[in-house]
């Protein structure tokens, strides 16, 4: 049985597993299969040895032992559908995106605090659901986007993004200022930008990407490898959060905050009839 670099930590249990006389291959399919769970996202190479791993243990192990994989597989978005299909011999159902908004929230943290390589398989495993996609953007508001670009202004850039993804200022800004860029690739095919478009925009808006020839082209290689749909489809996990959150009152002008407490203080004096309780009298408010 091979060795696995993605799971150095079972390696001692895959010497052991090689003895004569020595069957910890349930346990191993088990361990091996925990330990897979508890990542998110699998590299390519990652996720072939899993399933090179695990199908070699399959026919070995007994049916307890394949029941209990199952049930752990099963609860796992990313589970390879090859070891499912192997364990129960029917080809798993269609999985359907976590709706719930605490589901997208963690999966909009898990992509930004992702690698390069784990955004890509993030992206390429989004299912198409029935929320509302992000209208493109018009031929003006590209336009805007592009000179602000040009004009090396991200603050501009963040502001026309925001309103045309409809999107949180903050999330916007940490899309423009991420250095690695696939967020801004994400977002210009959600909205419609041309491929040369986006290769100014990289150039010039992040001076960490631009300054890069090999990040500029292999963000590029992604605009083109991403769908569509994929795009509108991270475009409106982002937009879930805005939706949902309710803004706390903040004054509109500077002196609202006294005012409301001089509110406060005249209706603390009203009589139990309703009426306002008469001003304080000097004699009062020195006794």
């Known amino acids: 049985m091979p060795k696995s ?23 191993l399919l088990r361990v091996l299969t925990d330990l897979y769970v508890q990542k998110p996202v699998h590299t390519a190479e990652e996720e072939t040895q899993y399933i090179e791993l695990a199908t070699g243990l399959i026919d070995a192990v007994d049916e307890v032992t394949r029941a209990t994989v199952a049930a752990t597989l099963r609860t796992y978005a990313a589970a390879p559908a090859a070891v499912l299909t192997r364990l129960t011999g029917e080809a798993p159902l269609p999985r359907k995106p976590a709706a719930t908004p605490a589901a997208r929230d963690e999966l909009t943290e898990l992509f930004f605090s992702a690698r390069p390589d784990e955004r ?5 495993n989004l299912l198409p659901t029935a929320a509302r996609p992000a209208p493109s953007a018009s031929a003006e ?11 090396r202004d991200p603050t501009t850039f963040s502001q026309t993004l925001a309103a045309a993804l409809g999107v ?11 250095a690695s860029g696939e967020p801004l690739v994400v977002a210009a095919k959600a909205l419609g930008m041309s491929a040369a478009a986006l290769q100014r925009v990289l150039l010039f808006l992040n001076p960490v990407i631009g300054q890069s020839v090999h ?19 991270m475009a409106a996990i982002w937009r879930l959060p ?24 005249n209706s603390a004096r009203r009589t139990r009839t309703g009426r306002a309780a008469p001003p304080l009298r000097k004699s009062d408010r020195n006794g």
Do not use: M
Request: aromatic letters at 6%; one cysteine or more.
């Open 242 to 265: 805005l939706a949902r959150k309710k803004l706390a009152h903040e004054p509109v002008h500077w002196d609202d905050e006294r005012r409301n407490a001089r509110s406060f203080g």
């Open 141 to 151: 508001t590209l336009a805007q986007l592009e000179n602000a670009a040009l004009q």
């Open 168 to 178: 949180a200022p903050a999330l916007a800004e940490r899309i423009v200022r991420d």
């Open 5 to 27: 670099s993605a799971f150095p930590h079972i390696d001692g249990l895959l010497d052991l597993a090689c003895r004569d006389g020595v069957d910890i291959r349930p346990t």
């Open 120 to 124: 890509r398989l993030i992206l390429a």
């Open 215 to 233: 990040r500029v082209y292999d963000l590029a290689q992604l605009f083109d490898e991403v769908t569509p749909e994929a795009a509108t489809q």
